[in-house]
């Protein structure tokens, strides 16, 4: 009942900021918990940031913290990771998930966070 597609991705090189945007299809389920994960080509998917559905609450990696910013407009139903200061490590496929279960609006899913809904992924790569 909900669908997630992401947008945004594409080549640049380190240092370089680039902004991934969610749009999510939702009829009149909400998208309480959203988060962005990420997986590289041969690893694992990681957990990249989370932010609650009041929008003030956030959470996000280590590897990330500084540099990446998340945010959404539940008006416009869209999710928004703005990277800064990109680095050749950051290059992986990047996922928007969501959750439609009833939270407060300032509870973060964070990285362990059961996600029910899932994007298809946009690519970023970062360049040296």
């Known amino acids: 009942q909900v669908q997630l597609v992401e947008s945004g991705g594409g080549l640049v090189q380190a240092g370089d900021s680039l902004r991934l945007s969610c749009a999510a299809s939702a009829r009149t389920l909400r998208t309480y918990a959203m988060g962005w994960f990420r997986q590289a080509s041969g690893k694992e998917r990681e957990f990249v940031a989370a932010?609650?559905?009041?929008?003030?609450?956030?959470e996000y990696s280590d590897s990330v913290q500084g540099r990446f910013t998340i945010s959404r407009d539940n008006a416009k139903k869209m999710m928004y990771l703005q990277m800064n200061s990109l680095k050749p490590e950051d290059t992986a496929v990047y996922y928007c998930?969501?959750?439609?279960?009833?939270?407060?609006?300032?509870?973060?899913?964070?990285?362990?966070?059961?996600?029910?809904?899932w994007g298809q992924g946009t690519q970023v790569t970062v360049s040296s």
């Open positions: 932010i609650s559905y009041s929008g003030t609450s956030t």
């Open positions: 998930a969501a959750d439609t279960t009833y939270y407060p609006g300032n509870y973060v899913g964070g990285p362990r966070h059961e996600y029910d809904y």
